[in-house]
């Protein structure tokens, strides 16, 4: 009898805990993290060229690179972790189990075998009476588990229980918008949740 080598993707846990902060007020969730190799730090958003630290340093302190040491060729984590704390801004990732169907950090490519657990996620942030989600395969997969519609782009939805829920456009590089809009929309979204 011929056997035959086992040619499903590796199963992956998300590496890291979710970042709550004592008063966390807004919880923004990514899909997951790309590959180790692809780190510039040990924390979410860790791939250098993604936006998101980008679009914090351009909303919170009007500089697009204030959270990138060159240097280091690494994002600032010692400060990033201060901004968040500050402004009450929790972080974690939809998919606590996934599968790359290609070997890449494509959303498209991702199978997201087990989901976060949102709502015990949010019994740890009494606060915290907003989600956003930052790109398409997220904001799908919070829809799914809140029983709302995906919001268009730069909106939000409701849930039954009154949990604001935003779409937020991605932050990876390879989503055609320019970082000063995408920036925007961030901020925007910031106002309304009294974050800023």
């Given at each position: 009898m011929t056997?035959?080598?086992?040619?499903?993707?590796?199963?992956?846990?998300?590496?890291?805990?979710?970042?709550?902060?004592?008063?966390?007020?807004?919880?923004?969730m990514g899909t997951f993290p790309p590959k180790p190799q692809r780190w510039s730090m040990d924390f979410y958003y860790p791939n250098r060229?993604?936006?998101f630290w980008r679009i914090m340093g351009l909303i919170f302190h009007g500089d697009k690179d204030y959270f990138w040491d060159a240097a280091q060729k690494s994002f600032r984590l010692a400060d990033i972790k201060t901004l968040l704390n500050e402004?009450?801004?929790?972080?974690?990732d939809t998919g606590?189990?996934?599968?790359?169907l290609k070997d890449n950090a494509s959303d498209k490519f991702l199978e997201i075998v087990r989901p976060v657990n949102l709502?015990?996620?949010?019994?740890?942030?009494?606060?915290?009476?907003?989600?956003?989600?930052?790109?398409?395969?997220?904001?799908?997969?919070?829809?799914?588990?809140?029983?709302?519609?995906?919001?268009k782009m730069g909106q939000m939805v409701v849930s039954p229980d009154g949990l604001e829920i935003w779409r937020m456009p991605s932050t990876?590089?390879?989503?055609?918008?320019?970082?000063?809009?995408?920036?925007?929309c961030y901020a925007s979204m910031f106002h309304h949740a009294g974050i800023i």
């Open positions: 056997t035959y080598p086992d040619t499903t993707p590796a199963l992956e846990r998300h590496p890291w805990p979710p970042f709550i902060p004592d008063g966390a007020r807004i919880l923004i060229i993604n936006d402004r009450g801004i929790a972080l974690n606590a189990e996934v599968r790359r709502h015990s996620l949010l019994e740890r942030m009494p606060l915290c009476h907003t989600v956003a989600t930052t790109g398409e395969k997220a904001a799908g997969v919070i829809a799914e588990l809140t029983h709302t519609t995906i919001p990876s590089r390879a989503y055609p918008l320019a970082l000063e809009k995408k920036a925007a």
